[in-house]
């Protein structure tokens, strides 16, 4: 079992934070870079490249869209700059509480259907994890499916296969076929974390995971991870 103790320090983690934490966990998730000041954004740009997503990073802003501080598909150097400083000062604007950590420099995904994969403790079940249609349309349409973790990849297929949304995963309408595969894998992974960390971890969310094509992956947009108290 992998220490996870270095990420669970403060009582709320970061998208930053979360995302490393399950990386230390094994969980793929894409190469982003958290800047902390203007010097910083050549080398994030370098590594990331373009068309590239910049997200503010506080462990007390939940919701980054609702302070302003989110920017998509930016493509030059020119807006990386302007990016940065727009994020920052929203934040100091809207949250002037809140303890910035910097700005989250990551890769702008492909398209993929949205699902939300999560964790939560159950008082009587324990460790429960459970997947949806994910994005803006989660709290919307109330999709979701719930388990005791933790589940193999075959239950994981079985919990996709009831969704409502399944069409959504099979090729609706004439699009491509997503990779349930990888997906069914990615809700294996983090149920059997959830299970091994049920004294340290309350609750896990990664929302919006975008599920490609068959064949090409999953890619985890959003993470949170709660630290149990």
């Known amino acids: 079992m992998r220490d996870l103790s270095a990420h669970l320090k403060s ?3 970061s998208e930053a934070d979360s995302k490393a934490l399950l990386r230390t966990a094994g969980i793929a998730l894409p190469n ?9 954004l050549d080398e994030a740009v370098a590594r990331v490249g373009f068309p590239l997503v910049m ?13 302003g501080g989110v920017r998509v598909n930016i493509t030059t150097k020119g807006e990386v700059f ?8 929203n934040a100091r604007t809207q949250r002037p509480d809140a303890a910035i950590q910097g700005v989250l420099v990551g890769p702008m995904a492909k398209r993929g259907v949205e699902i ?12 429960m994890v459970m997947v949806g249609l994910g994005g803006v349309t989660t709290e919307l349409f109330r999709d979701v499916i719930y388990r005791p973790a933790p589940v193999g990849a075959e239950e994981a297929g079985a919990m996709l296969a009831g969704l409502k949304a399944a069409p959504l995963l099979n090729g609706f309408r004439g699009a491509a076929k997503a990779d349930v595969t990888a997906l069914a894998q990615l809700i294996a992974d983090v149920s ?4 091994r960390h049920a004294q340290e971890i309350a609750e896990i969310e990664l929302n919006p995971v975008l599920v490609h094509p068959e064949g090409q992956g999953v890619t985890i947009v959003d993470a949170l991870v709660v630290r149990r108290i």
């Open 82 to 89: 302007l990016a940065f400083e727009a994020l920052l000062d």
């Open 55 to 67: 997200k503010i990073q506080s462990p007390d802003i939940a919701h980054k869209s609702e302070v």
């Open 116 to 127: 939300i994969v999560g964790t939560m403790t159950d008082q009587t079940f324990g460790p």
């Open 192 to 195: 059997v974390l959830a299970a």
């Open 32 to 40: 982003e870079v958290l800047v902390t000041d203007k010097a910083g």
């Open 11 to 13: 009582q709320a983690l």
